[in-house]
């Protein structure tokens, strides 16, 4: 059973969108939401990350939204640039679970 | 953020022989390792977690005896891919984490098998 389910599978924006990506999780024990950035033959970085106890959390142009009730999260990347074109994975900590990714394609 | 760094960055090796990947945490002291392995176009699919000074615990369905993990002090564990095969061709990347929650990932290492 995936702990985590990442959608869409892919994203095509436009530069100057806004680009979002959402995840929902199953696990109630997980306390840690993080969001990777990877570009192709390289190791994800850290993007942004979240705890359960707050809703939201803005880093320049992306911001986490975080509905516990629901059990979902989401990345907004605002003001999107063809540099942000990556695949994003979103993450669980428990056993570090990451979702299946979504490949962001920013058109310019 | 902290560091993590990978080596090799790519390796070539024949059928049957073995390869020895290290990863490095080079500006903190990682109690804990995670092993991934990443096919193309795929997310990471974790093959084991490592506790400085202990056995790794494997996820299921990765042969330990094939995998070798050691994270023998708190900046270096090594995986071996032991006989190695075609199909054990992958993108394999670790990370690591300190005693915060953040977890910070090598740049991973290309194997190929021929």
């Known amino acids: 059973q995936q702990q985590v389910k990442q959608s869409p599978q892919s994203l095509i924006v436009q530069k100057g969108g806004i680009s979002i990506i959402n995840c929902a999780y199953e696990n109630t024990a997980f306390d840690y939401f993080p969001w990777y950035q990877q570009f192709p033959g390289k190791g994800p970085a850290l993007l942004i990350a979240i705890r359960p106890d707050v809703s939201e959390k803005k880093e320049g142009r992306f911001t986490i939204s975080f509905n516990k009730s629901a059990k979902q999260f989401s990345l907004h990347i605002m003001d999107s640039q063809p540099g942000d074109s990556a695949t994003y994975f979103c993450a669980a900590r428990g056993k570090s679970t990451f979702g299946d990714g979504t490949t962001l394609t920013v058109k310019p | 953020g902290a560091v993590v760094s990978q080596h090799p960055s790519w390796v070539i090796c024949k059928s049957g022989t073995s390869v020895k990947i290290e990863c490095r945490s080079l500006?903190?002291?990682?109690?804990?390792m995670f092993w991934y392995r990443q096919f193309p176009k795929q997310s990471l699919m974790l093959m084991a977690t490592s506790n400085e000074g202990s056995k790794a615990t494997y996820e299921q369905g990765v042969e330990k005896d094939k995998f070798l993990i050691n994270h023998a002090s708190l900046t270096l564990s090594t995986l071996t891919v032991t006989s190695a095969h075609p199909e054990d061709s992958s993108f394999y990347i670790c990370?690591?984490?300190?005693?915060?929650?953040?977890?910070?990932f090598g740049p991973g290492t290309r194997l190929t098998v021929l």
């Open positions: 990370s690591a984490r300190g005693r915060a929650v953040e977890q910070f």
């Open positions: 500006d903190f002291q990682a109690t804990t």
